[in-house]
């Protein structure tokens, strides 16, 4: 009989990267009667209600016996006005000796019954944690929240600097392009990821790559029948082995308390989206750092009332300038609209606050996403079927909105290159042209997209290409 083991799997902050990671901890108890997980959870000093409150729901209700949520002590505040990427790195940093705590005292309380201590699961961006694992003598995996295309840009520009000596910040407005294996296409850099196009961001994300050749293996979160071609170009035994995983989906994220002001609001977005025609409306929303500026929320509201078609709108208000402050909801959305906006639409839409995605994408009225394209939305979204206006915004977007717009032919273009730290307005007429275009009923994207959507589920099925990967990392654990 196969000893009991256990994995360590460590999550950055971000809401996003703590559900993905949850979801792959369940994923694998799942499969394995003899593997037991311990998530160590970092609580930023920032936190919105919405993490609160999904934190504190896996603390007090562990979700699978054999999964431990240990939340770690509090780290000293850091400068909320620091670089994101400064921030992102002091933050996990300063938690590797609560880790390394954490983890002793799991192992010191082990006997001959209790599972053997099989490897860490870091997130992404906590390679300093592999420092942690060699300390316990035991190898590291990675989950990477990320598509393989992204992936296999950061081993190519890593390679790129360190091999050749380029500083690839210096491709940023030069209009190179760039051959890379893991694209069909070659790669304008007007959509490569604003963090390598930024000196301090290109230096900390290929620092990240460099480690993620010492790992024992990379799970992704992404699936075969997707990105086949970026997955078989990251299979020449250069780089670690790959397991395509994905999609992993949190499908109850949305659940909210009962009586609480969030359920209130999700049963009132629902109630109006019951009241509207199938595949009428189009979601507009940018993920829990999306914002915009008052100028570029104007060009919204005038392309979306041109454009006479039902909407969800998901605005945010931006936080102060300088900090790494999520989004909050507006307490007055006639402020920062057009005049007479809400009135004259009040028949054909909505506008909300936060949104309940999940339950939106899931809805049969929604026909249409105008989407940030991260990467955990874009898995949401062709789970669901709802072809994709691409929009991004920050971080490796630009080169998921590239990879799904032209590589794959899965969502239609507003503008793959945009970047929120620039002085751009998109005008109505591109948000127009853009949301018309992905509400085209019999589109070839539609098509595809709904094709896909099944190949997703699939994929996670007995036999499926990512249940067959899942169960050779399986292997490797209990080897």
Not at 13 to 20: F, N
Not at 64 to 71: D, S
Not at 371 to 391: K, Q, R
Not at 399 to 428: H, P
Request: charged share 25%; proline share 6%; net charge negative.
């Amino acid at each position: 009989m196969e000893k009991a083991s256990q994995l360590v799997v460590i999550p950055s902050g971000r809401i996003g990267h703590l559900v993905s990671a949850v979801e792959i901890s369940k994923l694998l108890v799942s499969r394995h009667d003899q593997l037991y997980i311990t998530v160590l959870i970092m609580k930023l000093p920032f936190d919105s209600k919405g993490t609160e409150a999904y934190r504190a729901s896996l603390e007090a209700s562990p979700v699978l016996p054999r999964v431990n949520f240990i939340t770690l002590p509090k780290v000293p505040d850091l400068d909320k006005h620091l670089s994101s990427h400064s921030f992102r790195n002091q933050f996990i940093e300063s938690h590797k000796t609560n880790v390394k705590n954490a983890v002793a005292e799991l192992t010191e309380s082990q006997s001959d019954s209790r599972p053997r201590l099989a490897g860490f699961v870091i997130d992404m961006f906590c390679t300093t944690m592999i420092d942690v694992a060699d300390d316990f003598g035991v190898p590291t995996y990675m989950f990477f929240t990320s598509p393989a295309g992204f992936l296999g840009l950061l081993f190519n520009l890593q390679r790129i600097r360190d091999v050749y000596g380029k500083d690839v910040s210096e491709f940023k407005d030069s209009d190179t392009e760039l051959s890379l294996p893991t694209f069909v296409n070659s790669v304008p850099d007007r959509v490569l990821p604003s963090v390598v196009l930024d000196k301090e961001g290109a230096e900390t994300f290929l620092s990240y790559a460099k480690r993620y050749t010492e790992t024992k293996g990379i799970l992704v979160n992404t699936f075969k029948e997707l990105e086949s071609h970026a997955l078989d170009s990251l299979s020449d035994g250069e780089t670690p082995p790959l397991y395509p995983v994905g999609p992993m989906l949190n499908l109850m994220s949305d659940e909210t308390q009962s009586g609480s002001e969030q359920a209130q609001q999700k049963s009132d977005i629902l109630e109006w989206l019951d009241e509207q025609p199938p595949s009428s409306v189009v979601f507009l929303c940018f993920g829990s750092m999306g914002s915009f500026d008052e100028d570029q929320v104007r060009e919204i509201a005038l392309g979306l009332e041109r454009s006479g078609l039902r909407f969800l709108w998901s605005l945010r208000q931006p936080p102060p300038k300088g900090t790494v402050v999520s989004p909050g909801d507006y307490s007055n959305l006639s402020g920062v609209l057009p005049d007479g906006f809400l009135d004259r639409t009040a028949a054909m839409g909505k506008v909300i606050g936060w949104a309940p995605q999940v339950a939106i994408l899931a809805h049969p009225a929604v026909g249409g996403f105008v989407s940030h394209c991260g990467w955990n939305s874009t898995l949401e979204s062709l789970w669901f079927g709802v072809p994709m206006a691409a929009w991004p915004v920050y971080a490796e977007q630009q080169l998921n909105a590239f990879e799904l717009v032209r590589e794959l032919g899965l969502a239609v273009a507003i503008k793959m290159d945009y970047r929120r730290d620039t002085q751009v307005v998109v005008s109505a007429e591109e948000i127009e042209r853009g949301i018309r275009e992905v509400m085209e009923h019999d589109s070839d994207v539609r098509k595809r997209v709904k094709e896909m959507s099944e190949k997703s589920k699939k994929a996670l099925m007995e036999g499926g290409s990512s249940h067959s990967s899942l169960g050779h990392f399986l292997d490797q654990i209990f080897l």
